[in-house]
């Protein structure tokens, strides 16, 4: 018998506010991206995704519906999707955001250069892909 495996839940949240721009961190390692992280022990995802974006923003989000998962098998990670709505807060930089902001999605999308983050933000604002599961080995 092996060891027991140890995965990583994530819960990654595409936030579009009332003009359709999506809602965009700076991360110091990876650059642009949705706001989204690990998923705390006696925590629920979803309440994870709520908490991470309000650490890396600032702002208060209600979930609309989950989306789907990305599994980065190689990693051991698995990415829940989640797309939100922002009720409440204020835009704030973190110790995990050098910036954010609301951005056209066009232009957003060309600001992301980190892994398969682009195509997360696709899928999550396409209702008919949903739900989701991608399983990638980088």
């Known amino acids: 018998m092996g060891e027991p495996p140890k995965h990583i839940v994530a819960a990654c949240v595409v936030v579009t506010n009332e003009k359709d721009e999506i809602l965009l961190i700076k991360g110091p390692r990876r ?4 706001p ?20 890396e923003s600032g702002v208060d989000v209600e979930i609309v519906r989950f989306c789907g998962i990305f599994q980065n ?3 051991g990670v698995c990415s829940t999707i989640w797309l939100g709505k922002p009720v409440g807060g204020e835009l704030t930089t973190s ?5 954010v902001g609301y951005f056209a999605l066009d232009e957003g999308l060309k600001m992301i ?5 682009r195509e997360r933000i ?3 604002l396409d209702e008919s892909k949903q739900p989701f ?3 990638f080995r980088p």
Not at 31 to 34: D, F, I, K
Not at 36 to 55: L, M, P, T
Not at 95 to 99: A, K, M, Q
């Open 133 to 135: 599961y991608v399983e």
């Open 36 to 55: 989204g992280g690990q998923v705390e022990v006696g925590e629920s995802i979803r309440d994870a995704g709520v908490r991470e974006v309000k650490e």
């Open 31 to 34: 650059g642009w991206e949705p």
């Open 122 to 124: 696709q899928m999550a």
């Open 113 to 117: 250069s980190w892994g398969n983050f």
């Open 95 to 99: 110790e995990e955001s050098l910036e």
């Open 73 to 75: 098998i190689t990693r």
